[in-house]
Nanobody, 125 residues
Framework: QVQLVESGGGLVQAGGSLRLSCAASGRTVSNRAMGWFRQAPGKEREFVAAINWSGGSTYYADSVKGRFTISRDNAKNSVYLQMNSLKPEDTAVYYC??????????????????WGQGTQVAVSS
């Protein structure tokens, strides 16, 4: 079992920055691709970013490309999402997810088998 706990959410003004963290426990996630997803009120969960097991490859949704950066520290069993130039439409609950071992980069939520509880991000205009 893998437990994922997100932190770092909060309220920020448009144009501001936040850094989300996802700490994994139970098992190492160093052999797993990791992803960030978000869900706004009344909307379906959507892909934000993913990173492969080594951190050498990343993949972003078009809506966040150039503003968000995903990274990982396998020594700390953690994944991060640096969010810059935030917009009101980035307001959502952000979830960290772990893909099955040795799975490649993927943007489809149903492929991921472990999820955190989420952290709220609110961006005011």
């Amino acid at each position: 079992q893998v437990q994922l706990v997100e932190s770092g959410g909060g309220l920020v003004q448009a144009g501001g920055s936040l850094r989300l963290s996802c700490a994994a426990s139970g098992r190492t996630v160093s052999n797993r691709a990791m992803g960030w997803f978000r869900q706004a009120p009344g909307k379906e969960r959507e892909f934000v970013a993913a990173i492969n097991w080594s951190g050498g490859s990343t993949y972003y949704a078009d809506s966040v490309k150039g503003r968000f950066t995903i990274s990982r520290d396998n020594a700390k069993n953690s994944v991060y999402l640096q969010m810059n130039s935030l917009k009101p439409e980035d307001t959502a609950v952000y979830y960290c997810a772990a893909a099955p071992p040795y799975q490649g980069l993927v943007h489809i939520a149903r492929v991921y088998d472990y999820w955190g509880q989420g952290t709220q991000v609110a961006v005011s205009s």
